[in-house]
């Protein structure tokens, strides 16, 4: 399967996990805050560790320099800090968002699964086990997000339908950002740029997202169980890294 296919498969897949949110309605509001609780744990650690052992030391190896890798990681931190201060955007986890400019969610959210789409793009232009890996990430932080913004939508007088078909929508762009990086970024180097920006897109996500969510939690048992969540996360992106070897 060429290139191209990886990425389409990629960002389709992705796309389609906005559709989770109509599995949960059938699940009662204790059950899916401990599913999110864990997914959340689990993502924090992954992405951490996938941002230092995967997609920096892969930068590091491309630039050759990284003093320059971590400048665009460093870019990447401020450019989403910047993403989600004047759109609004931030990831609400159990669903109790203090907004609800529901349009200006779907937007923030649309702009932020183009980036991801072109880091998808740009990453299976390194390698093909590499772009599964990166997906992975991206995936696994998309899956908690994407049942706390089905629930805003709702809460913000969405039906149901509307509201998975927007979330779907905004999902999407994930595809468009995926083709577009792929005829972009060997005329214009991006993939180089992108892998050390996501990375650091990456960090800000869990450092100011998924992280706090310990302090938020008073209970030192789910604290416990949050954190043996966060390091099965950081388990998996090693044994990738150590199996894949990339």
């Known amino acids: 399967m060429n290139t191209l296919a990886w990425i389409l498969l990629a960002t389709v897949a992705n796309s389609l996990i906005s559709l989770v949110g109509v599995f949960t309605l059938a699940l009662s509001k204790e059950r899916i805050n401990k599913m999110i609780f864990a997914m959340v744990g689990f993502s924090a650690g992954a992405m951490l560790s ?11 190896e491309t630039f050759g320099d990284t ?14 800090f910047v993403i989600e201060r004047a759109l609004h955007w931030h990831h609400c ?31 299976f232009l390194v390698g093909t086990s590499f772009g599964i890996i990166t997906t992975i990430l991206i995936m696994g932080h998309e899956l908690p997000q994407e049942i706390g913004d089905f629930g805003v939508l709702l809460h913000g007088g969405f039906e149901r339908r509307k509201a998975l078909f927007y979330n779907f929508l905004s999902q999407a762009a994930s595809i468009v950002g995926g083709v577009l990086g792929f005829f972009l970024s060997g005329a214009m180097g991006i993939s180089q740029i992108l892998l050390p920006f996501a990375a650091g897109g990456f960090i ?23 954190f043996v969540f966060f390091l099965l996360g950081i388990g998996f992106m090693l044994g990738l890294k150590l199996v894949l070897g990339d």
Do not use: W
């Open 50 to 60: 996938g941002a230092f052992f995967h997609l920096i030391s892969e930068s590091i």
């Open 67 to 80: 003093t320059q890798t971590f400048i665009f990681v460093f870019a990447g931190f401020i450019a989403f």
């Open 93 to 123: 986890h159990d669903g109790n968002c203090p907004h609800q400019v529901t349009y200006l969610i779907l937007l923030g959210d649309g702009l932020h699964n183009f980036i991801d789409g072109m880091v998808i793009a740009a990453s």
């Open 204 to 226: 800000y996500i869990a450092a100011s997202d998924l992280v706090p969510e310990f302090h938020r939690e008073g209970n030192l048992r789910k604290t416990a169980g949050y």
